[in-house]
């Protein structure tokens, strides 16, 4: 393993840490109301939530591609306030992935406030703890492990990502070049000594944080 695929692991971790992070900021929240909401159209947020479980990661990101552009949506928006151009850079790579990790994280918290249920929060209410009482003092707690799911799901998908990040930052060699790009370079020169290096860590540390969400479940369970 050379300096290059060293940047690239860094580039891959800061990414996916960087990522979990915004995605338990904001599918906290989601989540939350999505499984407390008795709107009749909620279906439709969850079907927005959990389409990038389906959809070719292509195609999230040329349509990411497009909106970050100069001349998208987006683009225009952060030009016009001086955040500059968000395709092409790790600010841009942070948001395809949070979209495109976004289900991993979200459907686990949205399951685990359904599973409290509601009456830990109704006899906290009796108590006279306010909601955001209830919600540290009770529900974090309780769902602790639907954050640890959401978590170690959330890091690890962001960290095989391909699809959307080569369309949406291209693979500018410390700035947007992630391990599973460097893997595929690897192999297009027919380097598949340094691709297996790269390629066995990623499948290790997947390996490794996955079994550690089956195994807390199952402590859970048996407890």
Known sequence: ?????????????????????????????????????????????????????????????FYLLVALSPTGPVGTLTNAIGLGTLAFSFSGLVVGSVIYSMPFVVQPLQDAFRNIGARPLEVAATLRASPIDRFYSVVLPLAMPGFITAAVLGFAHTLGEFGVVLMIGGNIPGETQVVSIAIYDHVEMLEYSRAHWLAGGLLMLSFVMLALVYRQRGFRVSS
């Open 1 to 61: 393993m050379n300096d290059a695929d060293i940047v690239a692991l860094l580039v891959t971790l800061k990414l996916a840490l960087v990522s979990t992070i915004v995605l338990l900021i904001l599918g906290t929240p989601l989540a939350w109301w999505l499984a407390r909401t008795q709107w009749r159209f909620k279906f439709i947020l969850e079907t927005l939530v959990a389409l990038p479980l389906v959809l070719p990661p292509t195609v999230l990101g």
